[in-house]
């Protein structure tokens, strides 16, 4: 049971009650807006009221809570209809409230969301006397897509309290907006790390003053901040708040890798608490999701994966289809390529501006009998409903493969993986052989009847240069996991030679001098310099 405490604003006095039911009347719309909303959040696969999923539940119920004010529950009840604390919740929660740091190992989809937002909303009403202009909370996010999903349940979860507002800062938006947001006051910021870079550099709207009386700093997804390169930006950050020892640092993480260790102990106090909420013999993913591999010639892919997908969608009635790859720009030229061959293919990836990537993810959140094909922006921290198969094309690393399986089958729904490897990259099952995985022959493919393959025949103009950026993608990516692949340089680029064929190009695409050399190509036989 989580310990109790007071707290100052458990009970509004009628003045402000009012003034909060006045919000909720004028407001209804925006009430609404953040019920659909959540039916997508981080949390969505636990505990709604029609959910009948209780794998992450404890029995402590959230209205026995006194240490959470009556708004705060408020919001969990009415509108994110949460009646138990998850286990996570349950295990994090006490130690989280009492001002102790804490490390947290932590599945993505169990709860952990509300277990850092509820204490820092918590801290913010017991900390009123703090100056005006500050940010109280600030939240680190590997993605812009998990930033959003995060303010949306700061929004919900702030809904029943007066003036505490939620800012969201994520590359790929009008930087001016969030200075003018700034300006007008922020309470709880969930930022982007490049994006916080960019404001505290240039000190914009006094950033750096704002943050100085910082309680609450959060890394979520740590070790995803950490796989993306983030620990300079980071180590950058951390100089320009209060030290460990005047502030709170929470840190979530799926995996407790090395690097995460050292970034804990940087950033935390020395006599930290570290709560691992995975139980003994979970795999981080769900089990329960029929997974299986094929292997195919690096001819056959495409062909292999329309066949898949084809298959798929003649035997449900409902689908919704996640298709993963390892280069932004070869889903990027997937897409294209599907949608140009008639199927109802969204394109999600990196390469998209921020505006684009929400369009889409609204799309293939709402939509049915639809595919998307992402890269690894949609593999963690973004939950889509009812996602009844997951394909993954080409190499990736085990870590990825689990977080991306966990977009299918979640809150005890149904749904299949597949995961598509040419014969070169095949010893990446080795990786995974602590999982639950069937290796299948490939299906049978018709090519008289595939619409990519007669595309592939005479590449459309359209689609040419997708293609010539796939190339290169596919040239880099696997230029950085030869040893992996079991390849030397000249063998690599003619394995991408025969990629650039297999796309439709009669020849490889040349490629810029300059990117050559970044490659450590330079010399390499084969390769087309323009």
């Not at 009650?17 to 949390?43: A, C, F, G, M, V």
């Not at 949460?82 to 996570?88: A, E, P, W």
């Not at 003619?494 to 190509?521: C, W, Y």
């Amino acid at each position: 049971m989580v310990a109790s405490r007071s707290t100052s604003s458990s009970t509004p006095t009628t003045k402000k009650k009012k003034s909060i039911d006045n919000r909720i009347q004028k407001q209804p719309q925006k009430i609404k807006i953040i019920k659909d909303l959540t039916k997508s959040s981080l949390d969505a696969d636990i505990t709604t009221s029609d959910n009948t999923s209780t794998t992450h539940l404890s029995d402590i119920e959230f209205n026995s809570l006194q240490c959470v004010s009556n708004q705060s529950r408020r919001a969990v009840a009415e509108i994110l209809k949460y009646k138990y604390l998850t286990k996570v919740q349950h295990a994090t929660l006490e130690s989280v409230l009492s001002g102790i740091d804490v490390v947290a190992k932590a599945k993505t989809g169990t709860g952990k969301t509300v277990a850092f937002l509820l204490p820092m909303i918590e801290r913010i009403i017991e900390q009123r006397n703090a100056p005006s202009n500050s940010i109280s909370g600030l939240i680190l996010s590997p993605t812009r897509e998990l930033a959003i999903q995060i303010a949306k349940e700061a929004e919900v979860l702030t809904t029943f309290h007066d003036n505490i507002s939620i800012g969201c800062f994520i590359g790929g938006t009008n930087v001016n907006k969030d200075i003018k947001k700034l300006q007008r006051g922020i309470d709880i910021l969930v930022v982007t790390p490049g994006r916080l870079i960019d404001h505290l550099k240039n000190n914009n709207a006094n950033i750096r003053e704002r943050v100085r009386n910082l309680s609450t700093l959060v890394m979520d997804e740590a070790d995803q901040l950490l796989d993306m390169g983030f620990k300079k930006e980071i180590d950058t950050i951390l100089s320009y708040l209060p030290s460990t020892t005047d502030r709170q640092t929470l840190l979530y993480s799926a995996t407790f890798t090395q690097s995460v260790k050292i970034m804990a102990k940087a950033a935390l106090k020395p006599h930290h608490v570290f709560i691992d909420t995975i139980e003994e013999g979970d795999q981080q993913t769900n089990t329960h999701v029929p997974q299986e591999s094929m292997t195919c010639t690096i001819d056959e892919v495409t062909s292999t994966l329309e066949t898949i997908l084809t298959k798929h969608m003649q035997s449900q009635n409902v689908y919704k289809i996640l298709v993963f790859f390892n280069t932004a720009r070869t889903a990027g030229f997937m897409a294209q390529l599907f949608q140009t061959a008639g199927y109802n293919t969204l394109e999600m990836h990196s390469r998209k501006s921020q505006s684009f990537r929400a369009k889409r993810s609204k799309e293939f959140h709402e939509g049915k009998n639809i595919m998307m094909f992402s890269s690894d922006v949609s593999a963690r921290g973004v939950d889509y409903p009812d996602v009844t198969l997951i394909v993954q094309v080409g190499l990736t690393d085990k870590q990825q493969y689990i977080h991306r399986l966990g977009r299918t089958g979640r809150a005890g729904r149904t749904g299949r993986g597949i995961l598509l490897l040419c014969d070169f990259e095949k010893q990446f099952l080795k990786e995974l052989k602590d999982l639950d995985i069937s290796h299948v022959e490939t299906p049978n493919s018709n090519h008289d009847q595939l619409k990519t393959t007669a595309l592939l025949k005479r590449l459309p103009k359209a689609l040419q240069p997708d293609g010539e950026r796939a190339y290169a993608a596919y040239l880099g990516y696997y230029n950085s996991n030869l040893k992996r692949i079991g390849l030397n340089k000249p063998a690599l680029v003619e394995l991408a030679n025969h990629f650039s064929r297999t796309i439709g190009f009669k020849d490889p695409p040349k490629l810029q001098k300059k990117t050559v050399g970044k490659m450590g190509l330079k010399g390499t036989p084969g390769l087309r310099i323009c």
